[in-house]
């Protein structure tokens, strides 16, 4: 007997009149009830999407299919059950425009979010945005303080799950974006960096830049380098002897890895060598542990890697006295699927400095369970208070199946010259070497030769700008200390401070008021994954007289 099922019909037609009426006559006819039925505009193509939930038999849904493709106008027909596709949310909202400056800020919220706007009234500006569930609440979490006038949830439209060339009858053609992008978000970072940009009197704690300059000598050896014709040409993929070499030694003083040139790829910044990483080791259908909260672009990137997959997030304990990983919970978390568990340490966002024990422990874990460690330690150079950094691969129970991953950007002030590195198991390295290489082809010239001077030169700008960090750090501490909503617990490393909000707030919302009301931007603490939700991300990175007044701002604002 042919079962009865939820099926959900895609139709693509030509933008005519009395299209609609057709198409719906044509389910009265045979006596299909339509459950729903949203219509959304191709304008690119003059063309429009009707996603129509039905209950039928298979047999039905065929005639119901062939008897569409008689109304002139349809293109192209898709006939699909829910477990064959991905729905996103269709959303409408009317948000007030006081002044050209609100309006642009509105505007520019919209093209982060890839949302249209689609009226333009007096003081007012209707935007239509479709996406995921979560990307929709995040876009009228960030537009709530302008004042919403209105807000519709309109219903979904249905994509297939793989991109797909769509050849209709009149020789139509067209390609379904990929679903991977409508999966994911910008980084909330960018996103707020962006906004503090667009208006000078707001004060940023929220990207993390350090306030230094390049040390000199690093920016001479740059130049030396260009002087001698060193940087013309690509050099090659894994990056160039000296540096590579440079950094065997380094490993081995620093970090107490032991390592050969051959286990050293040179990558474009730390994030490319955590995205070739993630791509080189996980398949689509692999779980990759990461231990919450954690840098978002981390998350980001496995959800690319694994074309739209979620982590699964571990959160660590938040107590008086720290951030607390509990191993049984790690357990607990993996399945035959899991490939990995992702660390950062120092932590970006809450400043974590993993111990030895914790160490030994997710070692253990990953020797038992046969799972790789991916370990983060970009901030390696700065911990407070007698903590002390500690590389997971230098453990030798698990230095076979760690990537580590370090970079220059942090530690010398060389955020723009995108010089990261990966050491790792050979074959390891081998495998991510194919993927750097399709990624990027090799690093920048100029910026190798810049990251040898900082390698191999005086370390004493590093120890002057963790001094630094360490007065800036007891600034943010002592503002704290004036409120009785903020709570937070000590960072131990890097230069964040992760900060609760008393009462369950919502932490996009927060941000985007104290964004445009108290003029200081800092990060919604979700942003950075389970764990995050009530939290404010503050990076004291910055300037001292910034970092003060941000403070006097943040602090004033939530106690009122």
């Given at each position: 007997m042919d079962e009865t099922k939820l099926y959900t019909i895609i139709i693509f037609t030509e933008n005519k009149p009395g299209v609609l009426y057709r198409i719906a006559d044509s389910f009265l006819k045979r006596k299909i009830n339509i459950e729903s039925l949203t219509v959304s505009e191709i304008e690119a193509q003059g063309m429009s999407r009707f996603t129509i939930t039905v209950k039928g038999t298979k047999l039905s849904i065929e005639k119901i299919t062939k008897q569409l493709y008689k109304i002139i106008e349809v293109i192209k027909v898709l006939e699909m059950t829910d477990d064959e596709l991905i729905f996103k949310e269709i959303a409408l909202i009317k948000v007030s425009t006081k002044n050209p400056s609100r309006r642009q800020e509105v505007e520019e919220l919209a093209y982060l979010f890839r949302a249209n706007i689609v009226y333009v009234g007096s003081n007012y500006l209707m935007i239509?945005?479709?996406?995921?569930?979560?990307?929709?609440?995040?876009?009228?979490?960030?537009?709530?303080?302008?004042?919403?006038?209105?807000?519709?949830?309109?219903?979904?439209?249905?994509?297939?799950?793989?991109?797909?060339?769509?050849?209709?009858?009149?020789?139509?053609?067209?390609?379904?974006?990929?679903?991977?992008?409508?999966?994911?978000?910008?980084?909330?970072?960018?996103?707020?960096q962006l906004m503090a940009k667009a208006d000078k009197n707001i004060i940023s704690l929220a990207q993390g830049i350090p306030s230094f300059a390049t040390p000199e000598h690093i920016k001479k050896a740059a130049i030396d380098a260009i002087n001698k014709g060193e940087v013309d040409k690509y050099t090659p993929g894994y990056g160039i002897d000296e540096l590579r070499v440079a950094i065997v030694a380094k490993v081995k003083r620093d970090n107490n890895i032991t390592a050969t040139k051959e286990q050293v790829i040179v990558t474009h910044g730390g994030i490319e060598?955590?995205?070739?990483?993630?791509?080189?080791?996980?398949?689509?259908?692999?779980?990759?542990?990461?231990?919450?909260?954690?840098?978002?672009?981390?998350?980001?990137?496995?959800?690319?890697?694994?074309?739209?997959?979620?982590?699964?997030?571990?959160?660590?304990?938040?107590?008086?006295?720290?951030?607390?990983?509990?191993?049984?919970?790690?357990?607990?978390?993996?399945?035959?699927?899991?490939?990995?568990?992702?660390?950062?340490?120092?932590?970006?966002?809450?400043?974590?400095?993993?111990?030895?024990?914790?160490?030994?422990?997710?070692?253990?874990?990953?020797?038992?369970?046969?799972?790789?460690?991916?370990?983060?330690?970009?901030?390696?150079?700065?911990?407070y208070d007698k903590k002390k950094h500690i590389s997971i691969g230098s453990l030798p129970e698990a230095a076979d199946r760690v990537i580590s991953i370090f970079g220059v950007s942090k530690s010398y002030a060389m955020t723009g010259w995108r010089i990261g590195y990966i050491v790792a198991n050979i074959d390891l390295v081998a495998q991510i070497m194919k993927i750097h290489d399709s990624l990027v082809t090799c690093p920048t010239a100029i910026s190798q030769y810049a990251a040898l001077a900082a390698i191999t030169g005086s370390q004493g700008p590093v120890s002057e700008f963790k001094k630094a960090f360490t007065k800036r750090r007891q600034i943010v501490i002592d503002a704290l200390k004036k409120s009785k909503k903020l709570k937070l617990v000590l960072p131990e490393g890097s230069y964040y401070a992760f900060v609760k909000v008393a009462g369950n707030i919502d932490d996009y919302d927060l941000t985007m008021r104290l964004l445009h009301e108290a003029k200081v931007a800092v990060v919604p603490g979700s942003a950075f994954g389970l764990g995050g939700e009530s939290h404010i991300r503050i990076s004291f990175g910055g300037e001292e007289a910034e970092i003060k007044e941000g403070m006097r701002r943040l602090v004033e604002y939530i106690e009122k």
């Open positions: 239509e945005k479709s996406g995921s569930e979560e990307e929709i609440n995040s876009l009228y979490s960030l537009l709530k303080p302008f004042g919403i006038r209105e807000y519709v949830r309109s219903g979904r439209i249905a994509l297939t799950k793989e991109e797909q060339m769509f050849n209709g009858k009149s020789g139509h053609a067209f390609v379904e974006p990929s679903t991977l992008t409508s999966l994911i978000e910008m980084s909330a970072i960018k996103r707020v060598a955590m995205m070739s990483t993630f791509i080189a080791l996980l398949n689509p259908s692999d779980e990759i542990i990461i231990l919450s909260p954690d840098y978002a672009s981390h998350i980001t990137q496995t959800q690319i890697a694994r074309h739209g997959g979620r982590p699964i997030y571990v959160p660590l304990t938040e107590t008086e006295n720290g951030w607390v990983l509990d191993p049984e919970k790690v357990v607990s978390a993996i399945t035959h699927r899991t490939k990995a568990i992702l660390l950062c340490n120092p932590c970006n966002p809450t400043g974590k400095v993993y111990t030895l024990e914790e160490l030994r422990e997710l070692a253990k874990v990953a020797k038992k369970f046969n799972l790789f460690i991916i370990s983060d330690e970009i901030y390696e150079y700065f911990t």
